[in-house]
């Protein structure tokens, strides 16, 4: 079905100036909080969905080449599972870049690129690695002027850690930092507090038809593969939602002051930040809204597929 057919089970119609324009980049195949995030952005009326990019996951993966169509696959399965067909999907970059200033191209890439082009801001919901946002704006940094980065990643300020996201592509993340691009930031010590139970899932997300069902089987297999005592996001029974802050920061309002200005630091080659106060200013979050983010995602999910 149409994605606009889905969102009328919802029964939200937002202002029209409340739309905004937004590609979800994800390395949906990574583990298991993507899909919750993907699904989060899809049935959030006030998003214009205009598609979704597979990023890859290679320094986790191996560097075996294959992770990006992994993501790809599953962005593919998960839209078929919601019955979402007219959302378009693209293959991204197969692997990090080579230098700061690498431009790959891919179909994705390209994509992005010509919705950056037209009238209005670009919102762009990065879940992984930075790779795909980074080769478009090297590939055309003109359109840097018209996106705004909703990054999902690197660690907190000021020393920084080595966190998952950078890992994967650390030039990419100091290319966008260093681009036009408008970024909106949510480190590991914000991203890391939206968590859930595995009961709570099975609770409000497993009855919700055939999608609800995936997501959180996928997940419950994934928790057996992942699990690590010394991983300290996990303990069994828990898991760390951290994607779906790219839709929490477009949905809290803007009088909260949750976040601050921050000048965007130099990436170490150990993947600490260097303080720079030459450069330039990019929002960081300091908080989200963890209740309210998970139960409007509750809520979309359950008003989408609850009763069928």
Same mark, same amino acid.
């Not at 909260?256 to 030459?278: F, K, S, V």
């Given at each position: 079905?149409?994605?606009?057919?889905?969102?009328?089970?919802?029964?939200?119609?937002?202002?029209?100036?409340?739309?905004?324009?937004?590609?979800?980049?994800?390395?949906?195949?990574?583990?298991?909080?993507?899909?919750?995030?993907?699904?989060?952005?899809?049935?959030?009326?006030?998003?214009?969905?205009?598609?979704?990019?597979?990023?890859?996951?290679?320094?986790?993966? =191996?560097?075996? !080449? *294959?992770?990006?169509? +992994?993501?790809?696959?599953?962005?593919?399965? /998960?839209?078929?599972?919601? @019955?979402?067909?007219?959302?378009?999907?693209?293959?991204?970059?197969?692997?990090?870049?080579?230098?700061?200033?690498?431009?790959?191209?891919?179909?994705?890439?390209?994509?992005?690129?010509?919705?950056?082009?037209?009238?209005?801001?670009?919102?762009?919901?990065?879940?992984?690695?930075?790779?795909?946002?980074?080769?478009?704006?090297?590939?055309?940094?003109?359109?840097?002027?018209?996106?705004?980065?909703?990054?999902?990643?690197?660690?907190?300020?000021?020393?920084?850690?080595?966190?998952?996201?950078?890992?994967?592509?650390?030039?990419?993340?100091?290319?966008?930092?260093?681009?036009?691009?408008?970024?909106?930031?949510?480190?590991?010590?914000?991203?890391?507090?939206?968590?859930?139970?595995?009961?709570?899932?099975?609770?409000?997300?497993?009855?919700? =038809?055939?999608? !609800? *069902?995936?997501?959180? +089987?996928?997940?419950?297999?994934?928790?057996? /593969?992942?699990?690590?005592? @010394?991983?300290?996001?996990?303990?069994?029974?828990?898991?760390?939602?951290?994607?779906?802050?790219?839709?929490?920061?477009?949905?809290?309002?803007?009088?909260?002051?949750?976040?601050?200005?921050?000048?965007?630091?130099?990436?170490?080659?150990?993947?600490?930040?260097?303080?720079?106060?030459?450069?330039?200013?990019?929002?960081?979050?300091?908080?989200?809204?963890?209740?309210?983010?998970?139960?409007?995602?509750?809520?979309?999910?359950?008003?989408?597929?609850?009763?069928?």
């Amino acid at each position: 079905m149409k994605r606009s057919e889905l969102l009328k089970r919802i029964g939200i119609t937002p202002p029209p100036n409340a739309r905004i324009r937004l590609i979800v980049d994800t390395d949906a195949r990574n583990e298991a909080d993507d899909q919750f995030a993907i699904m989060h952005h899809l049935l959030t009326p006030m998003f214009d969905v205009c598609g979704i990019i597979a990023a890859h996951f290679e320094q986790k993966a =191996g560097y075996t !080449g *294959r992770s990006m169509e +992994e993501s790809y696959r599953e962005i593919e399965k /998960v839209l078929t599972l919601s @019955d979402i067909e007219d959302v378009p999907f693209f293959r991204g970059c197969t692997s990090p870049l080579r230098s700061t200033g690498d431009a790959p191209e891919s179909d994705g890439t390209q994509f992005l690129i010509r919705q950056a082009k037209l009238p209005g801001k670009l919102y762009i919901a990065v879940q992984g690695a930075m790779t795909n946002v980074a080769a478009a704006i090297n590939a055309a940094p003109d359109i840097a002027d018209n996106l705004v980065v909703l990054w999902n990643g690197g660690g907190p300020y000021p020393e920084g850690r080595p966190e998952f996201n950078v890992m994967q592509d650390p030039d990419a993340v100091r290319a966008v930092l260093a681009s036009r691009a408008e970024i909106w930031q949510t480190d590991q010590s914000v991203y890391s507090t939206l968590e859930v139970t595995l009961a709570e899932l099975k609770s409000r997300v497993a009855s919700c =038809g055939k999608i !609800g *069902r995936y997501l959180v +089987e996928q997940l419950e297999a994934e928790n057996h /593969v992942e699990y690590n005592p @010394d991983f300290l996001l996990r303990t069994g029974e828990n898991w760390t939602l951290g994607d779906n802050t790219t839709a929490a920061v477009l949905l809290m309002n803007r009088l909260r002051g949750n976040w601050h200005m921050e000048h965007a630091p130099l990436i170490r080659e150990d993947l600490t930040y260097q303080a720079n106060p030459d450069g330039r200013l990019i929002r960081v979050y300091d908080s989200i809204d963890v209740r309210m983010t998970l139960e409007d995602f509750y809520a979309k999910l359950s008003l989408a597929y609850g009763s069928r």
